[in-house]
C-alpha cells in the first residue's frame, strides 16, 4: 500500500510460446523464470496482493510453490493466441481487484526487474499524479538504421534523411523494454483502453536490466548475466 492506496501486481504467463516452449517455467539459474518476476513483486514495499494470471495447470503450480494463491485458470476466450493482454488485466481487476488503486504489469519474460526498479515506478506514479508509467531503456543501437525491407531486398529507399544526422544531434532515444507497467486504476476504467497520454511518464531502466526473454538466446544472456 502508498498513501492509503491499495496496490495489486499482475503477472500474466501464458503457457504456449512459440520460438521458447514453456519460457515462463524454465529454470533460469535454478529458479523457475516466472519465480523471478514473483520474488521481486513479494519484495516490494508497497505491493499487497501478487496475482498470476494463467492458462496453464503447471504455471499456476509452479506460481502456488512462490506462495501465490491462484484462484482459477483464465477462461477459454482469454486463454487463446488473439487474447489481448489488456483484456486480462482488465478481466482480473473486475473479477479480483475491484478495490485496487494502483495496479502494476509485471511480465515474467524480465527477470532482471527487482523490486527497487518496482517500488521507484510506483513511487512516480504517485509523485507526479500520472495516470500510468512505462519502463524504457535506452537503444542499444540507433532506431535511424532500421526499417522494413521490400520483397526484392532492395536497399534504395532503406535509410531515411534523418539516418544521415549526427547521433548526437539526434538526442538520446529510448524504446519500451516490456519490465514494468504501472497504472492508476480509477483513470485506467475511466479510459476503457491502455493508452500513452499526456499523464504516462517513462522509467528508465539500464539495459543490463532490460532483458526480455523471448528465445534461447535472450533466456541464455540473462543467464549470463545473473551469474556474472
Not at 501464458?14 to 519460457?23: A, D, V
Not at 521481486?40 to 496475482?51: H, L, M, P
Amino acid at each position: 500500500m502508498i498513501n492509503n492506496k491499495k496496490v495489486m501486481a499482475i503477472i500474466p504467463a501464458r503457457g504456449g510460446s512459440k520460438r521458447l516452449p514453456r519460457k515462463n517455467v524454465l529454470p533460469l539459474k535454478g529458479k523457475p523464470l516466472i519465480g523471478w518476476t514473483i520474488e521481486a513483486a513479494q519484495q516490494s514495499k508497497y505491493i499487497d496482493t501478487v496475482f498470476v494470471s494463467t492458462d496453464d495447470q503447471e504455471i499456476a503450480e509452479v506460481a502456488k510453490q512462490f506462495g501465490v494463491d491462484v484462484p482459477e485458470l483464465r477462461p477459454e476466450y482469454l486463454a487463446s493466441d488473439i487474447a489481448t493482454t489488456q483484456s486480462v488485466i482488465f478481466y482480473t481487476l473486475e473479477t479480483f481487484g475491484k478495490d485496487v488503486d494502483v495496479a502494476l504489469i509485471l511480465q515474467p519474460t524480465s527477470p532482471l526487474r527487482t523490486a527497487k526498479h518496482i517500488d521507484e515506478a510506483i513511487e512516480m506514479l504517485i509523485n507526479k499524479n500520472a495516470e500510468s508509467i512505462v519502463s524504457v531503456t535506452p537503444c542499444e543501437h540507433p532506431p535511424q538504421w532500421a526499417n522494413t525491407l521490400p520483397s526484392d531486398g532492395s536497399m534504395g529507399e532503406f535509410l531515411r534523411p534523418e539516418a544521415f544526422q549526427r547521433s548526437q544531434d539526434l538526442g538520446e532515444p529510448y524504446r519500451l523494454n516490456g519490465a514494468i507497467y504501472v497504472y492508476d486504476t480509477i483513470q485506467l476504467k475511466e479510459r476503457g483502453e491502455m493508452l500513452y497520454t499526456d499523464k504516462t511518464f517513462a522509467y528508465v531502466m539500464e539495459n543490463k536490466k532490460s532483458v526480455d526473454i523471448d528465445t534461447q538466446l535472450d533466456f541464455e544472456y540473462a543467464e549470463f548475466l545473473i551469474r556474472k
